[in-house]
């Protein structure tokens, strides 16, 4: 039987709580992504990087200058193991999966239940491309190919569209003209008009 498949989702971290195990090099731009994502975010390390020295100045984090204990992933949602330590990383899974917690084990896709995408991003507009861990170097082809033919301006125009759409709902109104109106603003015609400086998304004005 085949391994199964990944499930592919975008979850709101927004307030919930994330460990993350290590503040060096490698564990620096995975606490910075869950700060991007609004985590309330704890980091255990005995030391740290400048930058998440910053940030836990800031308040933007909490950071304890020790070394792992397993009390630490109590109330936690999901956990980064990213620390020099393959046992210190392989313990942390082995911890969290008695919990039943997410863990990741940075460069490690054995102990992995979840795995970090290459993420083409334009605003809200974001596409992940993953490989399940086998060939993290082909995800960041991909990405680069994705990143020309979406270019950044896509963030914007996702911002219109969701105006747009927002529009349509609160006038009600025949629902199938209604997808219609969504497809035509959606369209690859209306993203040029949108580039050349019509809002309004193909020449039309909205219904």
Excluded at 83 to 110: E, K, L, M, W
Aim: one cysteine or more; charged letters at 25%.
């Amino acid at each position: 039987m085949n391994a199964a498949s990944l499930f592919p989702m975008f979850v709101k971290l927004k307030g919930r709580s994330c460990l993350v195990l290590g503040a060096g090099s490698v564990g620096e731009p995975k606490i910075r992504s869950l700060l991007e994502a609004g985590a309330r975010v704890r980091v255990v390390a005995p030391t740290a990087s400048p930058r998440v020295r910053e940030w836990s100045d800031r308040g933007e984090l909490i950071w304890m200058a020790r070394a792992y204990e397993s009390k630490d992933l109590e109330g936690v949602f999901l956990v980064i193991a990213a620390t020099s330590s393959a046992d210190v990383n392989h313990g942390v899974y082995r911890d969290a999966q008695a919990r039943g917690i997410f863990c990741n084990v940075v460069d490690d896709p054995v102990y992995c239940d979840f795995y970090y995408p290459a993420v083409v991003r334009r605003g809200q507009f974001q596409i992940a491309i993953s490989t399940a861990g086998l060939s993290p170097a082909l995800a960041q082809r991909i990405r680069k190919q994705l990143e020309r033919q979406f270019p950044p301006s896509y963030g914007p125009w996702l911002e219109e569209l969701g105006r747009q759409r927002e529009s349509l709902f609160r006038e009600g109104g025949d629902a199938e003209q209604r997808r219609k109106r969504l497809h035509e603003i959606a369209a690859q015609e209306a993203f040029v008009e949108f580039q050349n400086g019509d809002l309004s998304g193909s020449g039309k004005e909205i219904l």
